[in-house]
């Protein structure tokens, strides 16, 4: 019996931002902001907000656009953020619940398979619609699946490679046979659209991968992952369920002011640090996860990182596969998409599983918030 990767989907969502029509709404909102407060700008007791731009954008990210799931608001300088209805839970498929269905759905249909040939469904991701019941529970009812189990695991934007490993091994321990990995992110929810250091990264997007346990491979082989974490506070997110409790004991309102300029519980990160620790450690894990398995780097056909930005991207490959490395290695879909947290080495990987032969190796790796990095070998049968 081997354990493959027999199917993949891909949801995307219904607009696409350019990075110049962000900029006209960011740009429009710095002059606002600035006119407002023209007297504290001018006793420079408060400092001017500058403009960003396209150019800006692309090069220090590699990112051209972004899908998402509600646009205008977003683009209103006013409001800057998806503007997402709420919907009844006893009566309605939530939104992430929804594009996570999409996903499934097309990965079932890529493995041939039907809904009830699934005996667990493992929801991976960065941020939930809710504490309980679980989002993955609620897409194994809107599929029609009986039986089985499913529960959300949530390790930031390394989620797929932990929820693949954690996929293999359910099914080693005879669990399930067959195991969905779905990964489904609105980040454009988490993301403060006014900083200017981070407004451009995320974008929104859902994958799903089938896991089996198969007598003829086919896909591609799980050989085995690497998985690390380290405790960091340089990437975070610190919305939670204690926040009425603590704006309440900080004597403030309850929920902060979408107007304000800084909302500092949204995704916050301090990218200089992010990228001097987080690249040099990535290359590490997976050059030891190489050595593990005794497999030279040059062995390796293709890299599925996490598209979190391209510099980081060009460094990782370089310095796993040797400064001479042909880019083809690393493909990166980040021009597109921007940084879709968990589900970006699972786009990428969608996009680009058919470009090898069999027999061909692979890593998958995924690198973000905890610290916390993960590497999945695997062979193209």
Same mark, same amino acid.
């Given at each position: 019996?081997?354990?493959?990767?027999?199917?993949?989907?891909?949801?995307?969502?219904?607009?696409?931002?350019?990075?110049?029509?962000?900029?006209?709404?960011?740009?429009?909102?710095?002059?606002?902001?600035?006119?407002?407060?023209?007297?504290?700008?001018?006793?420079?007791? *408060?400092?001017?907000?500058?403009?960003?731009?396209?150019?800006?954008?692309?090069?220090?990210?590699?990112?051209?656009?972004?899908?998402?799931?509600?646009?205008?608001?977003?683009?209103?300088?006013?409001?800057?953020?998806?503007?997402?209805?709420?919907?009844?839970?006893?009566?309605?498929?939530?939104?992430?619940?929804?594009?996570?269905?999409?996903?499934?759905?097309?990965?079932?249909?890529?493995?041939?398979?039907?809904?009830?040939?699934?005996?667990?469904?493992?929801?991976?991701? /960065?941020?939930?619609?809710?504490?309980?019941?679980?989002?993955?529970?609620?897409?194994?009812?809107?599929?029609?699946?009986?039986?089985?189990?499913?529960?959300?695991?949530?390790?930031?934007? /390394?989620?797929?490679?932990?929820?693949?490993?954690?996929?293999?091994?359910?099914?080693?321990?005879?669990?399930?046979?067959?195991?969905?990995?779905?990964?489904?992110?609105?980040?454009?929810?988490? *993301?403060?659209?006014?900083?200017?250091?981070?407004?451009?990264?995320?974008?929104?997007?859902?994958?799903?991968?089938?896991?089996?346990?198969?007598?003829?491979?086919?896909?591609?082989?799980?050989?085995?992952?690497?998985?690390?974490?380290?405790? /960091?506070?340089?990437?975070?997110?610190?919305?939670?369920?204690?926040?009425?409790?603590?704006? *309440?004991?900080?004597?403030?309102?309850?929920?902060?002011?979408?107007?304000?300029?800084?909302?500092?519980?949204?995704?916050?990160?301090?990218?200089?640090?992010?990228?001097?620790?987080?690249?040099?450690?990535?290359?590490?894990?997976?050059?030891?996860?190489?050595?593990?398995?005794?497999?030279?780097?040059?062995?390796?056909?293709?890299?599925?990182?996490?598209?979190?930005?391209?510099?980081m991207i060009d460094l990782i490959l370089r310095t796993v596969m040797g400064k001479e490395a042909d880019k083809a290695i690393a493909p990166s879909v980040i021009a597109e998409f921007a940084n879709t947290s968990s589900s970006s080495p699972?786009?990428?990987?969608?996009?680009?599983?058919?470009?090898?032969?069999?027999?061909?190796?692979?890593?998958?790796?995924?690198?973000?918030?905890?610290?916390?990095?993960?590497?999945?070998?695997?062979?193209?049968?």
């Amino acid at each position: 019996m081997t354990t493959c990767i027999t199917g993949t989907g891909l949801y995307i969502p219904p607009y696409s931002i350019s990075n110049e029509e962000l900029v006209t709404s960011f740009n429009q909102y710095v002059d606002n902001y600035n006119v407002e407060h023209a007297d504290e700008i001018a006793a420079e007791t *408060l400092p001017a907000l500058q403009h960003s731009s396209a150019e800006f954008i692309e090069k220090v990210s590699g990112i051209k656009s972004r899908y998402v799931m509600e646009k205008e608001g977003i683009l209103n300088p006013e409001i800057m953020a998806p503007v997402i209805a709420h919907r009844d839970m006893d009566t309605e498929l939530s939104v992430m619940a929804e594009m996570g269905t999409a996903a499934l759905l097309a990965a079932l249909k890529d493995a041939g398979l039907e809904p009830n040939d699934l005996d667990g469904i493992i929801l991976a991701c /960065s941020n939930f619609p809710r504490t309980y019941p679980a989002l993955s529970i609620e897409i194994q009812n809107a599929i029609g699946m009986v039986g089985g189990f499913a529960f959300d695991m949530n390790v930031a934007c /390394s989620a797929a490679t932990f929820g693949l490993a954690q996929a293999q091994g359910t099914i080693a321990t005879g669990l399930a046979k067959r195991v969905a990995m779905v990964n489904v992110e609105i980040t454009s929810a988490h *993301l403060n659209w006014r900083n200017r250091d981070s407004h451009f990264i995320f974008g929104d997007v859902a994958t799903a991968c089938i896991i089996e346990d198969v007598d003829t491979p086919k896909g591609y082989e799980i050989l085995n992952a690497k998985l690390f974490t380290q405790f /960091s506070t340089n990437i975070k997110n610190e919305y939670g369920f204690m926040d009425r409790s603590e704006y *309440l004991a900080a004597g403030t309102d309850m929920y902060p002011d979408l107007k304000s300029p800084v909302t500092s519980k949204l995704f916050n990160q301090n990218g200089r640090k992010v990228f001097r620790e987080v690249c040099p450690k990535v290359s590490e894990i997976i050059l030891e996860h190489l050595n593990d398995n005794n497999i030279p780097p040059s062995d390796v056909k293709m890299m599925w990182l996490h598209q979190a930005n391209a510099n980081m991207i060009d460094l990782i490959l370089r310095t796993v596969m040797g400064k001479e490395a042909d880019k083809a290695i690393a493909p990166s879909v980040i021009a597109e998409f921007a940084n879709t947290s968990s589900s970006s080495p699972m786009v990428v990987f969608h996009r680009y599983k058919d470009a090898l032969k069999s027999g061909d190796l692979g890593v998958m790796c995924s690198f973000g918030a905890g610290y916390s990095i993960g590497s999945v070998l695997v062979r193209k049968v």
